[in-house]
């Protein structure tokens, strides 16, 4: 119990600095002392080179907007595809949808797998090739899984209906 204490209280700094992004700061050894030096990030391009010529040549002809901001968003929303734009509007308003979908699909698919299992149970009990199931109990048990199975895809039924529904509103307001 002692050597499992000790080998856990080893590995656990170890485990805890793989949750640790690493630094840009680098100790550089100088023979006075040992001083920490800032390495330059590397320059991240906010859109590709070919768009960033097309929109500077593109600027020269649009002398009719009246204020920088109004050009900078006008660059910024060409930067996206509609369709991704309306994606992207239609996930920020609702985040965890993706999220319910899948535990509703995991969800019913464990009870229906549940209830095949409990099914067999009950065909093996009426056929007479087990004694020890009592029926009372195993139909409320089919009953319970099979209900969860409907109630599941409902759920996923309507909350697709939900996201087309909203899809259409993103695409009316776009």
Known sequence: ????AALLL?????????????SRKTKVQSPSSSTVVQQPRPPVLSRPLSSRLQSSSNDDDDDDES???????????AGLDPEMRSKLLSESIAPWRTV????????????LIG?????S???????GARTDIDLDTEYVNLLIDFGAVVAFALFF?????KAAELNENVAKKL
């Open 67 to 77: 204020t920088p901001t109004t050009s900078r968003r006008k660059r910024r929303n």
């Open 121 to 127: 149970g009950v065909a093996a009990a009426l056929s």
């Open 10 to 22: 080893l590995l656990l700094p170890l485990a805890a600095t793989a949750f640790v992004t690493p």
């Open 115 to 119: 209830g095949l299992i409990t099914l």
């Open 157 to 161: 039924k309507l909350d697709i209906d």
């Open 100 to 111: 319910r979908l899948f535990l509703y699909a995991s969800a019913g698919s464990g009870a």
């Open 1 to 4: 119990m002692k050597r499992a």
